[in-house]
């Protein structure tokens, strides 16, 4: 009895070794890894709303940036528990943090208000090319967020193109450098709010980002993402398009996404999909196939499938801040 005791604790051992060298392997191919503080955010302007407070802050990047986002802090503390929110692409240039502030875009996308009701500090960054991060830089960010829709410039799609293409010459990637942003952002918040648990979500590119910032940044403690769940197997195979920072050359060959799903194990994990979702469409699959390394390795994976089309309905949208605000 013994024996086999030991025996299985060495397999258990052998397995973590494989999934750490798995998390290992793809953040080599990535070129990536946890980037070194640069210093204190600089809050810019506060303002106090029912529930919380919101301020807008910016921090700096290893490589020299600085991203502007709203910072959402509960009046009644929830645990110290933190969520970094990533905006959607949707094609709205001139839209990043202020669409999850609620002040401009789709309502289903303010998760900073909703969540920092429920108890949550929400960090929500602008992404590379989007809102203040466009180039020429801050060239929407003198205009009231109401105004933001209105303002987007005819190039700014060629300006995250370049983004890109430009970093492919080089031997870069766009992902690497989003990934280091984001875990840019888990340290700001941890900066600002001390210890504490802190999650990352993310709807459509910001699914994408979540899945892969959770898998490789193992200070991320939970994660939700939604309608990002499609391998490169299918998108291939079906002509889906690529978002440009899943353009990876060489990835699909070596790694898909029940790959980073694994690496997310033994932590809190929501995947949320929907029928008539190209780009969830084989989301069951890929979770199926991860999960017996949660059911070995213990953590919450869960997968909500509900509802139609990619655009979050109101179901999914309470679902995921009901599973975030249990993670405090």
């Not at 392997?25 to 407070?53: D, M, Q, Y």
């Amino acid at each position: 009895m013994l024996a086999a005791a030991a025996e299985r604790e060495r397999w258990a051992d052998g397995e973590r070794l494989l999934m750490d060298a798995l998390r290992s392997s793809i953040k080599s191919f990535l070129r990536w890894r946890e980037p070194e503080p640069v210093g204190a955010p600089e809050v810019l302007e506060e303002v106090r709303e029912e529930g919380f407070t919101r301020k807008l802050i910016s921090f700096g990047t290893s490589d020299g940036d600085r991203i502007e986002s709203f910072l959402f802090e509960p009046l009644a503390s929830h645990a110290g528990a933190a969520v970094v929110a990533l905006h959607q692409h949707n094609s709205e240039w001139a839209v990043g943090k202020s669409e999850v502030a609620g002040l401009v875009g789709d309502p289903r996308q303010a998760f900073g208000p909703v969540l920092a009701r429920a108890g949550l500090a929400v960090l929500a960054p602008d992404a590379i090319g989007f809102e203040s991060r466009r180039t020429p830089p801050g060239h929407g960010n003198a205009l009231a967020p109401s105004a933001l829709q209105a303002c987007g410039n005819a190039d700014d799609w060629l300006q995250y193109y370049n983004h890109a293409m430009h970093r492919l010459v080089h031997g870069e990637l766009l992902m690497t450098k989003v990934l280091t942003d984001v875990a840019s952002a888990v340290t700001a918040v941890q900066h600002l709010l001390g210890s504490g648990r802190v999650g990352v979500l993310g709807h459509s590119y910001g699914g994408n980002v979540a899945l892969f910032a959770a898998a490789l940044d193992t200070r991320i403690a939970f994660a939700c993402s939604s309608g990002a769940a499609c391998s490169f197997r299918h998108k291939i195979e079906t002509g889906t398009a690529l978002e440009m920072a899943l353009v990876i050359p060489g990835f699909a060959t070596r790694f898909d996404l029940d790959d980073l799903i694994r690496c997310i194990a033994p932590r809190s994990l929501l995947v949320v999909s929907s029928d008539g979702d190209p780009f969830a469409a084989d989301a069951t699959a890929l979770v199926e196939r991860a999960r017996p390394v949660f059911v070995e390795f213990g953590g919450d994976l869960q997968h909500l499938r509900q509802g139609y089309g990619h655009a979050l309905d109101a179901g999914r949208f309470r679902a995921i801040v009901e599973w975030l605000a249990l993670q405090g």
